[in-house]
Each structure stands twice: as structure tokens, then as C-alpha cells.
């Protein structure tokens, strides 16, 4: 249905709270759209679970917020502000790259 609107990608994290929860169903979800539709995983994915979720899925692309909380915003809650976390991207970057090399 969704290659029939028109849709050429779907983010999702196979309807669990981390792709590689929900990594069986992204499989299969992968498996039945072939090359019709691209899978774009997304979820909890942090370094030290790149490499496993990218093999669980079979997926060969990944969405990622690497983010950090600071400060306190003003206000009721007083969340702070989402900034992005180098640190966390470069660990992202150098876990990734032979992982996509490999496939």
C-alpha cells in the first residue's frame, strides 16, 4: 500500500522501543518490501548497538539523534535544551563505517 502512495521510505523501529528490540519484525518488514521501498531504522540507536542492530535487520541505513541535555529551560518542567553531542557522533561514525562497509 505504501509503495502505491507514492512513499519511497519508512522510518521505523519495528514497532518497539529500540530497533533492535523490534529488530525480527524490521526484517521481516525488510523482506517483504524488497527493493520497492527503503527501511530507515530508528530508535535507540547508540554506539555499542550499531554494528548488532544493523545485522539483526539487515538494514543498511540508520536514523540517529545524537543528543545531550544542558542547562535547565525556563518554565513549569525546566527540561534544558537538546544540543548536538560529538562525542557521541564520532562514536556512532567510527562504529557504522565498517559496518556498512561489510555489507
Given at each position: 500500500?505504501?509503495?502505491?502512495?507514492?512513499?519511497?521510505?519508512?522510518?521505523?523501529?519495528?514497532?518497539?522501543?529500540?530497533?533492535?528490540?523490534?529488530?525480527?519484525?524490521?526484517?521481516?518488514?525488510?523482506?517483504?518490501?524488497?527493493?520497492?521501498?527503503?527501511v530507515?531504522?530508528?530508535?535507540?540507536?547508540?554506539p555499542?548497538?550499531?554494528?548488532?542492530?544493523?545485522?539483526?535487520?539487515?538494514?543498511?541505513?540508520?536514523?540517529?539523534?545524537?543528543?545531550?541535555?544542558i542547562?535547565?529551560?525556563?518554565?513549569?518542567?525546566?527540561?534544558?535544551?537538546?544540543?548536538?553531542d560529538?562525542?557521541?557522533?564520532s562514536d556512532?561514525v567510527?562504529?557504522?563505517?565498517?559496518?556498512?562497509?561489510?555489507?
Amino acid at each position: 500500500d505504501l509503495v502505491d502512495l507514492g512513499f519511497t521510505r519508512i522510518l521505523t523501529s519495528g514497532g518497539a522501543d529500540t530497533a533492535l528490540e523490534g529488530a525480527e519484525k524490521i526484517r521481516k518488514i525488510r523482506e517483504r518490501a524488497g527493493s520497492d521501498i527503503e527501511v530507515l531504522l530508528c530508535g535507540g540507536i547508540r554506539p555499542g548497538a550499531i554494528r548488532q542492530t544493523l545485522e539483526a535487520t539487515g538494514a543498511d541505513q540508520i536514523h540517529l539523534a545524537p543528543m545531550k541535555k544542558i542547562g535547565v529551560a525556563p518554565g513549569l518542567f525546566g527540561q534544558g535544551y537538546n544540543v548536538l553531542d560529538e562525542a557521541i557522533l564520532s562514536d556512532a561514525v567510527r562504529e557504522a563505517k565498517p559496518a556498512f562497509a561489510a555489507g
